[in-house]
């Protein structure tokens, strides 16, 4: 037995260990939702005949379907503002060429470095003066400039032909048509990309609504979900019919869409 | 109506106990959780960058499923996962690797150990999905060659590897950073911050004098200006270790 051999074999050892702690609270999850409360709170690892009972409790505490909608809306619409808005500077900044640019593009960059901490009070006292408190406008708002979004979009559209723009300004296409008609269909994997980065940041968003929702008919679903996990005897039966909700959406998204995905969340730049 | 108090909210920081152990908390899973993770990453994707590895993008996808979840909700699978007699402490129990269930939740050591752990459960793919491309980019005939001249695999690791991709090693520290500094989901959603606060973040803290506690915004402000100090600092301090390199 060579060295080498041992060597592969730790690796693989390794490689599937670590890949069953990854998918394991996946499997948890799924079989926990067909499980009562103290069954889950004893450990049983398989499949029960709970999940009704769980799902028709929890819709009994929560109007499933007034949450569900809230979170779609939510993220659908500030994922189509961000992407139109942040795209559109993004494409700005590396096409129209002028002094102060790079300028104005370094001090956006620098914002990103401040954490999301420091930013929530101003934000909240904002939203306050402007009214928007506990209003869906108040979650969106502040993420539709995205400057990620906009420096991802600029990095890609270095690659863009720039060729093409300047053949359609001489058949005299304005502008927006450019953009509109020859920018955006060439750039597709860019937006699929961008799509999925925004829709996973705004379907995840916890902190932010937590500060600015306070109806109950207005609440996400992670809002919701924590709520009901903070109870002194949380029902983990119909929490984790909750948390099957709120992972189904990113995780057919995820599977749909896989290259981009991995793109998308690591921002990687070609 | 507003009024200037001065550096009165910043003299209030150093005598609060609350302040403290939340900064203490924030950077114990700082210095513990960051540097496993990043070198869990890295071991990761250099199994995975093996040649003739079989089943390679099975395990990279197993591996980068948990960056799916939403962090309420991992979090909340974790605070059932790791409930006192629950999958984890059976599990430890019936492998006779304990003989008494760990409280894991409600011990101030251990329930620092189920966030960290939780971290790096939502994490590691995430960081090791920049590891693997950019390891695509290294000259496959470098390991080629150290191979030829007897080099262990664990020596080109640490002597090839590692110092290559030293520029994305820093870029996924100092994100992994600022965002381990700005804990909050997990420890909400796991521990609440305890026990007796032991688990308590300072975006937590900031989160509680601004919206839990009697509204002070100043000082929260104040609080949440110590995150971006740090942020900043310890940003610089990365970029110059890696330059002296």
Redesign the interface.
Known sequence: MDKNKL?RAL??L???V??????F??Y??VV?STNTATD????K?SFGDQLFANISRLSEQVDLGLIFWNTSKIAIISTLVTLLISSMAGYGFEVYKSKVRDRVYGALLLTM??????L???L??LMAKAQLLDTHAAVMLPTIASVFIVFYFRQCTKAFPHELIDAARVDGVKDWKIYLFVYIPVMKTTYAAAFIIVFMTS??A??WP??VLQSAELKTI?LV??SL??AYFPD?GI??VG?VI??LP??AV?FAMQKQF?AG??G?VK | MMQFVGFDNVLRLFNDPFFLKSLKNTFIFLVVQVPVMILLSLILSSCLNAPNLKFRSLFRLAIFLPCVTSLVAYSILFKSMFSYEGIINSFLMWTHIVSEPIPWLSDPFWAKVTIIIAITWRWTGYNMIFFLSAMQNIDKSIYEAARMEGVSPTKQFFFITVPLLKPVILFTTVMSTIGTLQLFDEVVNITAGGPANETMTLSMYIYNLSFKFVPNFGYAATVSYVIVFFAAVLAIMQFKIAKDK
């Open positions: 060597n690796m693989y390794f490689l599937s670590f890949s069953l702690i990854s998918l609270p996946f948890w999850m926990s889950i709170n004893k450990g690892f470095m401040i954490p999301f901490a420091a929530m009070i101003p909240f006292t379907w995840n916890f902190l937590l500060i992670n979900l924590s996990s903070s983990f929490i984790m948390t709120a992972t990113t995780l995820f991995v969340m690591t990687s």
